[in-house]
Structure formats: C-alpha cells, structure tokens
C-alpha cells in the first residue's frame, strides 16, 4: 500500500493562519524581519522570494538588506549590529553561503541572540542543546512540526536523523531528544562516516533524510511502517525529459511503497520551513512586546 503523503503545503498554511491571530493579538505592533544578503545568488533570491510572499501573507514587515559580494567582514558585522538596535525589526537572518572570505561563524555571532530567529548564534545553538528557551533552526524545527502535526509524533519512537549539518542534523537531534512535548525520542545520528548506514536506519520508526546526495536513501533502507522526512533539496537532469528538476535525498517512487508515511520533494520540508522563520519571528514580536 502506497505511503501517506505528508503534506507540507497544507501544514504550512495551518502555521500561517495561526500567525495572523497572533499578530492581530499584538495591538497595533507590526513584527519585522530584516534579512541580510550578501552578493546576488540566484537561489537565495528564489528563497527570499518566499519568504517576502509569506511574511505579506500573514502581516509581517520584511526588508532585504543587500550588501555587494566584496563587502568586509566589519562592514557585514557593522550591518548586523545597526540591526540589532532597530527596533523595527524583531528578527534579523544572515543568507547563507557567505562568500569564502567571511567569516560565517563569526558574522552569526553578530546577530543578537533574541534577534536570531534562525537559530544560528552559537548562543543559541548551545540554548537549545540545553533544553532552554531559545530559537530553533527553522528547517530542523520544521521537521518537529511535520511530525507533530500529521500525527506521527516522534515521542518514544527511534529517529535516526541521516546528515549532521549545523543546519539540520545537529540542532534536530538536540531537539527531539528533550523531555519537551513533541520530542522524548531516542535519536541516532548517521553521517558519512557511518558504516552500514543501511543497519541503523532499518531500525528507525522514523527516518529523517538531510545529506544533500539526490537517492541516499533506497527503499532496502526503510523497514516497512517507517515515516520518512525527506530534508534534501537536489536539482538533477531527467534522464527522459532532459530537463532539470528537483529531488530529495531519498528514492521516491520504491522508498513510497514501503513507508508508512514520507514528504515530497517539493511541497514536503520547505514550505514548512519558511512557515517556522515567520512564526520565529512572531515569537520575537512578542517577547518584545512583553518587556
């Protein structure tokens, strides 16, 4: 029997609606989102695109800060830090990759901890892994919410997490391994230095694919009744229409007869993780409205 399709599109439209009755609880205060590019990389435009059209969804004002691909690394911290004391923007997010002569860790630093609604700032980073409060990693964040909210909570259950990205795999991993409500799983991490992938991840109640290799993950991989999130993002060439498209990091069509449940590439992580960076951001809105 054919997987249950988990349906990123739609849970990323439940989170937005449930923006807009935060925002309209805040009276009058507009959240604000500042995000930070540096050069003009096609895919990160196509990203911010995105994020642009989901903040003016649901009420949030959101600017792009360009700044030209030779920029130095004090002028990028200069930015970030003039940021940081506008009080018009609640949220601030660094487009990465930076070009190779920044220093990425660095300039992450530079974003203020209650402004970091990406979750970089290794303040953050190190919150999180403590189990307090903080903001998580939109993409990994957005992992918990797709479980969560299509009925496979990852509570009690074996995840084994494929991919130890600062991004993804790390932070995912502190996170469902909380006593936190939506977490308490028992989390294996595999990674290229992982021998016989293929044992660990056939012992997962839940699969979470995030490599970045289009096909790493083979339907001999998966156990049947397995749920599998597929993180991966991959352009390749269709052998039979010659054109390109997008894949993920897991075999589809064969991975789909054995799972239980599995998201697609695309409609399956990435509007869920756009929808977690506006609800970050919210967060910020109002802790600040708190103060």
């Known amino acids: 029997m054919p997987a249950e399709i988990i349906d990123g599109r739609a849970i990323a439209a439940a989170i937005r609606d449930e923006l807009k009755d935060r925002i309209a609880r805040l009276r009058g205060l507009t959240p604000g989102l500042a995000a930070v590019v540096v050069g003009n990389d096609p895919a990160a435009a196509s990203y911010l695109k995105g994020i642009a059209r989901g903040c003016e969804a649901v009420g949030i004002h959101e600017e792009e800060i360009r700044l030209p691909e030779d920029v130095t690394q004090d002028e990028l911290e200069a930015t970030l830090a003039r940021l940081n004391d506008n009080d018009s ?60 909210r299509s009925g496979h909570s990852p509570e009690g259950k074996h995840v084994v997490i494929c991919g130890r990205s600062n991004i993804v795999g790390k932070p995912l991993a502190g996170i469902l391994m909380q006593k936190h409500p939506g977490a308490n799983a028992t989390v294996t991490v595999c990674h290229t230095g992982t021998r016989n992938m293929a044992d660990f991840t056939r012992t997962a109640d839940i699969v979470v694919a995030a490599m970045g290799r289009a096909g790493t993950i083979t339907a001999d991989m998966v156990r049947s009744g397995a749920v599998i999130i597929d993180v991966g993002v991959n352009q390749i060439i269709d052998p039979q229409t010659e054109k390109s498209r997008l894949v993920g990091d897991v075999e589809f069509e064969q991975v789909s007869q054995v799972a239980a449940a599995i998201t697609p590439v695309p409609g399956g992580t990435g509007p869920v993780t756009t929808a977690v960076l506006l609800s970050n951001t919210v967060l910020a809105a109002e802790r600040y409205s708190a103060r």
């Open 89 to 148: 923007f609640h949220g601030i997010i660094l487009q990465l990759p930076l070009p190779r002569h920044l220093d990425t860790l660095r300039a992450e630093s530079a974003i203020a901890p209650d402004k970091d609604v990406d979750g970089t700032n290794p303040v953050s980073a190190g919150r999180l892994l403590l189990g307090e409060e903080t903001f998580y990693p939109s993409t990994a964040q957005g992992v918990k919410e797709l479980l969560v």
